[in-house]
């Protein structure tokens, strides 16, 4: 399959510079590092020459992905299955029984595996997967990996790949030192980071001063002044993150929280419903600073600053991507000073002194208690909330099917109307429960 087919199924109608000067790289037979900021498109930049090395005729897992966090592996998973290469994969991770994976292993057969390091580790020590085919290893967020202290996992995975041909590693931020045990040979190195490290520029940085040290309502007021725009809030501990949102919350302001120490599902639910549209504010830790893939986010909020610089950098990496232009806001105690990283005094954010009501999202979300295992598909979905709903194309947003449950969005103004008019109905003939997604 050409590169132009893939592009199509993924209605890309071109490569961006970084994107191609990485494919026609991996072509010369190197081991690759390839540096570039978040969201520049890493991603791709890997899978395409990761599907040119795939070959039909054989058997089993060609290729493993490493990545830092299950939220990443999904995501590639979820772009590798978009480009319809007819090629199978699929994503392994803690958190759920190996044993399931393992059983769709032997159903699916993948050609590619993309997981963390310690669900990779179980499945080689299980030998749940023949690790002489594979011949490519690609780490993602390498520099995350690293900080996560994947040292040993990584070494221990490399160590079962005897027969590897090719390692390609992706990074955000650019290491003195690759470690020995990656094993890299004959080795090129691809850099795409601003020089300066500095801000990119269409971002634009502004202050907010606090009169408090305590600065929810400085928060508050903010972000009432911003009104429906896509607002990723950052806090550097979880604690703070639920601090902040029960306050959010309190105030009549709809948003939705994500750290490490949430489960899983709940983790996976508050990005779904901050992607899809029916939730605008997302209080998070520098868990969604990386690799997660949130399009169209208008603002950063740094309510806590990072201790270091490449902190900075990724949390505002998180807006102002493609040629769309963002603002990030640093929130300041009147006492406290900006970090030496900050070379420049930002411009300050003037509140004004009556401030906006919060702002309801548009979208909210349904759950459908059917998915994939149900033979329930998306056009499914679509065609029953349009026919039994009575809703229009304009009234549905994005709809996401998982194994055995879904989440559809619908505009706020019709959902009460929906769920009525659905409450005995069946899709395909099976009855589901389809409530407010929680």
Request: proline share 4%; aromatic share 8%.
């Amino acid at each position: 399959m050409n590169i132009q087919t893939i592009l199509a199924n993924l209605k890309i109608e071109q490569l961006n510079a970084m994107q191609q000067v990485a494919i026609d790289t991996y072509r010369e037979g190197c081991d690759l590092i390839l540096l570039s900021p978040t969201g520049s498109g890493k991603t791709l930049a890997y899978l395409l020459p990761l599907v040119s090395s795939l070959k039909s005729e054989v058997e089993g897992v060609q290729a493993v992905i490493l990545v830092p966090s299950r939220e990443l592996a999904l995501q590639i998973e979820q772009v590798f299955k978009s480009m319809n290469t007819g090629f199978t994969i699929m994503s392994c991770y803690g958190g759920r029984p190996a044993m399931d994976e393992h059983r769709t292993m032997k159903g699916i057969r993948p050609s590619v595996i993309v997981g963390t390091p310690g669900r990779m580790n179980d499945h080689l020590e299980k030998l749940n997967f023949d690790a002489t085919v594979v011949n490519l290893l690609v780490i993602d967020e390498f520099d995350k990996c690293l900080e996560f202290g994947f040292q040993e996992e990584m070494a221990a995975v490399i160590g079962k790949l005897p027969n590897l041909r090719r390692r390609f590693l992706l990074s955000a931020t650019d290491t003195e030192e690759i470690p020995r045990f990656t094993g890299l040979n004959r080795t090129i190195k691809l850099n795409f980071l601003n020089p300066d490290g500095g801000v990119s520029e269409r971002l634009r940085l502004y202050k907010v001063i606090s009169p408090v040290k305590d600065k929810l309502e400085t928060l508050y007021r903010l972000l009432c002044c911003l009104g429906n725009q896509s607002t990723l809030v950052f806090c550097n501990h979880r604690e703070s993150v639920e601090r902040v949102g029960n306050y959010l919350h309190s105030m009549k302001v709809y948003c939705e929280t994500f750290h490490g120490g949430m489960e899983q599902d709940d983790r996976e639910r508050a990005l779904y419903k901050f992607r899809n549209g029916s939730c605008h504010i997302f209080i998070s830790t520098d868990l969604a600073a990386r690799g997660l893939d949130i399009p169209d986010i208008k603002n950063v909020i740094h309510y806590h600053l990072p201790v270091a610089e490449d902190g900075f950098v990724h949390r505002n990496g998180r807006t102002a991507r493609w040629e769309a232009n963002g603002s990030a806001y640093v929130i300041l105690y009147a006492e406290e000073q900006l970090p030496s990283y900050i070379k420049e005094d930002p411009e300050e954010y003037i509140l004004p002194a009556i401030t906006p009501k919060p702002v309801q999202p548009d979208f909210v979300t349904l759950y459908i208690g059917k998915g994939k295992k149900d033979k329930i598909n998306k056009i499914d979905i679509v065609g029953f909330l349009s026919k039994k709903g009575n809703l229009g194309k304009e009234d549905i947003g994005r709809v996401d099917v998982k194994d055995h449950y879904a989440f559809a969005a619908v505009l706020r103004s019709k959902y009460k109307q929906v769920l009525k008019l659905v409450q005995n109905e069946k899709i395909r003939g099976v009855k589901a429960l389809i409530e407010l997604a929680k």
